[in-house]
C-alpha cells in the first residue's frame, strides 16, 4: 500500500494503511477502496460518507471509522489538494478515481 502511505504522510495522517486494515477489519484493497472513495466524495455535494458508501460498497460505519483515523474532513481537504481537487487529467486522481470505481 505504499501510494496510499506515501499520501497519508502527505496530508499529515499518522495513520499507516495496514494497520488501518487490521482496525477496521478490512481487507487492504478494502482500505485502498475506502481511502480514494472519501477522496472523490469529499469533492462532490452532500454527506462524503453518504456518497462514498454506495459506489465503494463499504458500509457507513466503517468509512467513518477510517475517515476519523485519517483526520476528519480536515485531511480530506488535504488529500483533495493533492489530487489536484478533481480535476481530471491529475495522473493520481484518475487512478485512484478507476480504484474508487472498483
Known amino acids: 500500500m505504499g501510494i496510499f502511505d506515501g499520501i497519508l504522510s502527505q496530508i499529515g495522517a499518522n495513520v499507516d494503511a ?4 487490521e482496525r ?5 484493497e478494502k482500505v485502498e477502496q475506502a481511502i480514494a472513495a472519501l477522496g ?10 453518504e456518497t462514498a458508501a454506495p ?5 457507513p460505519h466503517l468509512l467513518g471509522q477510517i475517515l476519523e ?7 480530506l481537504d488535504r488529500f483533495a489538494s493533492l489530487l489536484g ?14 480504484l474508487y470505481k472498483g
Open 24 to 28: 477496521v477489519g478490512l481487507p487492504a
Open 85 to 98: 481537487k478533481g480535476e481530471r487529467g491529475n495522473p493520481l486522481f484518475d487512478g485512484l478515481s478507476d
Open 69 to 75: 483515523q485519517l483526520g476528519g474532513e480536515s485531511a
Open 55 to 59: 459506489t465503494s460498497g463499504i458500509a
Open 40 to 49: 472523490v466524495a469529499h469533492t462532490q455535494p452532500g454527506d462524503t460518507i
Open 18 to 21: 495496514g494497520a488501518l486494515s
